[in-house]
């Protein structure tokens, strides 16, 4: 529950917003990895060791719990990290079905190294509740999402795929990351878990990484808890202090991403090189009408592709302004090639067959002015015409 109606301003006061003991209208960064003790069993405040627990994580971690109305919340070292810590809730014999156009490290982390312990996944197209009904097993115990999903942009009905989960007793976490809070709290739709890479939007200025889970339970809290500390990839101090400070200005921040995104979607669904858009803001996109229902618009993440008269790779050296660079959510736009980046470690077969054509474009719209943006959009695709 979040102690204030509106977003904009819990994303400023909420969680532990200042020092109790000084005023200081920011947290301070504890850089202490321990506490003094008062005696035995006499801990101030309950902090003994930074890794169990730091005061500037913990302001992190309580403003997280409170954006996404959740129980309580636990900040990572990097979003993997948080995915890995989530996904050890579950034992050898399991199964974990899994958005297709999944994040390529989250698969590659399913793939090759919880597979050795014996939990297995399945893939589905989650975007369809059937096919995912049809994709679960005795065995099945979680499923994660991604809405929208990467590189793709393929839109899941979380409510909707909440209800037919928890009716088989499988737990839901979605990866929130490319809409954070602002743009759509899954909690409130029904999912257990929420969890991401807050090196993307919450951080919002490319200097960090880290992860974030949020838990609708106490006792997933609990069991969160325990895992975080026992695995140990914590998020610093200095780092819990940059992200609550990226996390302040989320909302104007975003609302600029999304205006710029908006008018690149529709310069691009206009263009006559280009063949494909997957951008769920636009009408047209088959995911508008869910996406409309659970999230406040289409986010800033679009991909598309050139016709065949068009060099793709020759587009993306043309590009001066837009870098290419793996990330996305920072404030500066970055443009990504999803088939030898981000899921280049999705085997080419697989990859394919989840639609991911190699010549797909990602672009992370970032704050810059929209009509630097195009300008530079449009030299880049007027060089890349084939001859
Ligand atoms: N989830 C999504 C949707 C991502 O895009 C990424 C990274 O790109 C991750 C998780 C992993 O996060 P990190 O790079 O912070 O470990």
Aim: charge should be negative; charged fraction near 20%; proline fraction near 4%.
């Amino acid at each position: 529950m979040s102690n204030y109606k509106n977003i904009d301003t819990a994303l400023i006061h909420g969680g532990i917003a200042y020092d109790e003991f000084t005023g200081a209208v920011n947290v301070p960064v504890y850089l202490s990895s321990t506490f003094k003790q008062d005696g035995l069993g006499c801990r101030r405040r309950g902090y003994e060791y930074a890794r169990t627990g730091n005061p500037t994580r913990e302001a992190l971690e309580s403003l997280m719990a409170e954006l996404d109305h959740g129980v309580a919340a636990f900040a990572f070292a990097s979003g993997l990290a948080a995915i890995h810590a989530v996904l050890n809730l579950y034992h050898s014999g399991d199964n974990i079905v899994i958005t297709s156009n999944v994040y390529g490290g989250t698969y590659r982390l399913l793939d090759k190294v919880f597979s050795h312990f014996g939990l297995t996944y399945t893939i589905a197209d989650t975007s369809d509740v059937k096919a995912f009904e049809s994709s679960l097993t005795p065995e099945t115990k979680a499923v994660l999402i991604e809405s929208p999903a990467n590189p793709l942009m393929s839109v899941t009905n979380i409510a909707a795929i909440a209800t037919s989960a928890h009716r088989h007793g499988v737990q839901v976490i979605v990866d929130n990351t490319f809409m954070t809070p602002y743009l759509q709290q899954p909690l409130r739709l029904g999912a257990d878990i929420v969890v991401y890479s807050a090196t993307k939007y919450l951080g919002g200025h490319s200097d960090l990484v880290a992860g974030v889970v949020v838990v609708n339970s106490e006792e997933l809290g609990q069991r969160i808890a325990f895992l975080q500390n026992s695995i140990g990839a914590v998020l610093p101090p200095f780092d819990s202090y940059l992200l609550i400070r990226g996390i302040k200005t989320l909302g104007v921040r975003l609302d600029r991403h999304v205006d710029n995104a908006v008018k690149i979607a529709q310069y691009l669904a206009d263009h006559p090189a280009v063949s494909r858009i997957y951008y769920p803001g636009l009408l047209s996109d088959p995911g508008y009408a869910v996406n409309q229902l659970q999230a406040r618009n289409g986010g800033v993440m679009l991909s598309f592709e050139l016709r065949d008269d068009y060099d793709y790779r020759e587009f993306f050296r043309q590009l001066k302004l837009i870098t290419l660079a793996e990330s996305l959510g920072g404030v500066e736009s970055l443009v990504c090639h999803p088939a030898s980046m981000t899921h280049a470690s999705i085997p080419a077969d697989l990859r394919h067959q989840m639609g991911i054509s190699d010549g797909l474009i990602r672009l992370s719209t970032g704050i810059e002015d929209v009509n630097d943006l195009i300008a530079d959009l449009e030299q880049a695709i007027e060089k890349s015409k084939k001859i």
